[in-house]
């Protein structure tokens, strides 16, 4: 899907990606999940399964709205309830994948005022981001890289992942340069000693300076990319960013084929069938997407 300052260009029809298969409350819904079981008090993953499933969602939120819930103390019903559980276990994921050396970036997502008769942009402001979001954000990357580990383990040499290469150290010279004019110094020798950096760029009397200097820090940055399993070795499946050393991409299959590819994969998988991709079809759709998500971010 391609978004522009006043539309979105979907890449479904829309009576599927605004109504067929959007969550909606007390309805049932078709889909395929994944399952985690998990230790309550130390979050650590037992046993995770991937099927065809019924989504019968309790309740339809705006993050706001959750946040809302979360926070307010008088507030206790089953939903709210179970918000405050996945927050829970949100922050001990995020925790776990910063000490990991997992990069928290700036790239703020912006906002457009349009004016209802011409179209034409009026204003911008940047989109707030919540707790919320960084719960979403924790459970849809622990989906991903559960996917990407199933994926591979099953089909070896047709796994559709996602790769962030590890960027050059010349790629780094904006941003050491942009920190130490601030007298702070930056080691981007690894993704956990980048984030150490990034992490002691403030000062009390500049609240933005920190969300400048990540803001070039994700301009140095190599670009993401699709790949077949069998395009390279298991050392270069890494993704520096998120610090894993496995992941592609499953939360969004509506708005991103990729997301069909591993969904059709794993369907194979549950139903011990052969996938609908020969091994040398997977590099040329990797390929494929990679540029069609380069033009879409240009457009």
């Not at 703020?108 to 011409?118: A, I, K, L, N, Y």
Request: hydrophobic share 35%; net charge neutral; glycine share 4%.
């Amino acid at each position: 899907s391609v978004y522009l300052v006043a539309r979105r260009i979907d890449m479904l029809p829309k009576a599927l990606t605004e109504t067929i298969c959007s969550l909606r409350e007390g309805v049932n819904r078709l889909a395929f999940s994944v399952v985690w079981e998990m230790n309550p008090k130390t979050y650590e993953i037992l046993d995770v399964r991937f099927h065809r499933s019924v989504i019968r969602s309790s309740a339809a939120l705006t993050y706001a709205e959750a946040q809302a819930r979360i926070d307010d103390q008088g507030c206790n019903d089953s939903v709210t309830r179970s918000l405050r559980m996945l927050m829970g276990l949100s922050k001990n994921l995020r925790a776990r994948r910063t000490q990991a050396g997992a990069l928290t970036l700036a790239s703020p997502e912006v906002r457009f005022e349009v004016d209802t008769e011409t179209h034409d942009p009026t204003n911008v402001g940047v989109y707030q981001i919540r707790e919320t979001n960084h719960m979403v954000e924790e459970l849809m990357l622990l989906a991903n890289i559960a996917a990407a580990t199933k994926t591979l383990e099953a089909f070896p040499g047709s796994a559709m992942l996602r790769r962030h290469p590890t960027p050059e150290p010349r790629m780094f010279g904006p941003l050491i340069k942009a920190a130490s004019a601030q007298g702070f110094p930056m080691n981007p020798e690894t993704s956990k000693t980048l984030s150490d950096s990034l992490d002691q760029c403030t000062k009390p009397d500049d609240a933005y300076l920190n969300t400048a200097i990540r803001i070039i820090a994700t301009r140095c940055m190599t670009q993401a990319q699709y790949i077949s399993s069998s395009e390279c070795g298991q050392a270069e499946f890494n993704h520096y960013g998120l610090a894993a050393p496995l992941y592609t991409h499953f939360t969004s299959p509506i708005r991103r084929y990729p997301d069909l590819v591993v969904h059709r994969i794993l369907h194979a998988l549950e139903t011990r069938s052969a996938i609908p991709y020969t091994h040398e079809d997977m590099p040329g759709i990797a390929q494929d997407t990679t540029t069609r998500e380069q033009n879409a971010e240009q457009a």
